[in-house]
């Protein structure tokens, strides 16, 4: 799996947007992003993925650059709650099965009022 | 639906023991993976089970098993245990791509 490279802390205001931001340079054709959150002392949450084209869902949006070498991770108003550590990880998708996560330090954001 | 579910949540133990932590996947999911999570090491990911057989293993000693049983319900067993694998350890199922759900791990603490 392609290796990602994450500022390792960033800050955000309540209420505005947070854009966490990943470097994949080396990712290959077949290679998703995929996006995970953990919030202190708990598991990782899912957040969102995508091949080529931008996707969005109830909880963010991801832009993915023409070259698909980065992406961004938007999480359009940011709350308290969304503080947490955030993971971008590239890997080949199967479907229908599983396959292992490579988590790299992530992105420690931190929402402040 | 409930998610998955790990036990015990806590436990302590000593050098040289072994241990076994248990894992449920949510109903209808038939893998489950296993990761180790530490300050030093992060978030590494053990093995993969589905259908009952180990699909994908990480680079762990021998001491760290695991196993799956018919109605997709996983066990990891890490034996002799060292003080190192001290660690919070996470159980994901998944019936889809890359779409892992953790649950809230088993906090081992080895003495």
């Known amino acids: 799996d392609a290796k990602t490279t994450q500022p390792p802390s960033m800050d955000c205001a309540e209420g505005r947007a947070a854009n966490l931001p990943c470097n994949h340079s080396?990712?290959?054709?077949?290679?998703?992003v995929y996006w995970y959150r953990q919030i202190h002392s708990q598991g990782p949450q899912y957040i969102i993925h995508g091949l080529k084209n931008n996707e969005t869902n109830e909880m963010a949006s991801l832009i993915i650059t023409e070259d698909r070498k980065s992406s961004t991770l938007i999480l359009p108003h940011a709350t308290l709650r969304d503080t947490a550590v955030y993971y971008c990880?590239?890997?080949?998708?199967?479907?229908?099965?599983?396959?292992?996560?490579?988590f790299g330090t992530g992105t420690r954001l931190q929402v402040t009022l | 639906k409930a998610g998955v579910t790990q036990t015990p949540r806590y436990l302590i133990k000593t050098r040289g023991q072994q241990v076994t932590l248990s894992c449920s996947p949510i109903s209808g999911h038939r893998s489950v993976s296993w990761y180790q999570q530490t300050p030093g090491q992060g978030l590494q990911f053990l093995f993969e089970y589905f259908s009952e057989t180990q699909r994908n293993k990480g680079n762990f000693p021998g001491r760290f098993s695991g196993r799956q049983f018919s109605n997709s319900r996983s066990e990891m067993n890490v034996s002799t245990l060292e003080l190192g694998d001290s660690a919070l350890y996470l159980c994901?199922?998944?019936?889809?791509?890359?779409?892992?759900?953790f649950g809230e791990g088993s906090r081992l603490t080895v003495l």
């Open positions: 990880i590239v890997r080949v998708a199967h479907t229908g099965t599983a396959s292992k996560l490579t």
């Open positions: 080396t990712i290959s054709g077949n290679e998703y």
């Open positions: 994901a199922s998944t019936t889809g791509p890359g779409e892992l759900f």
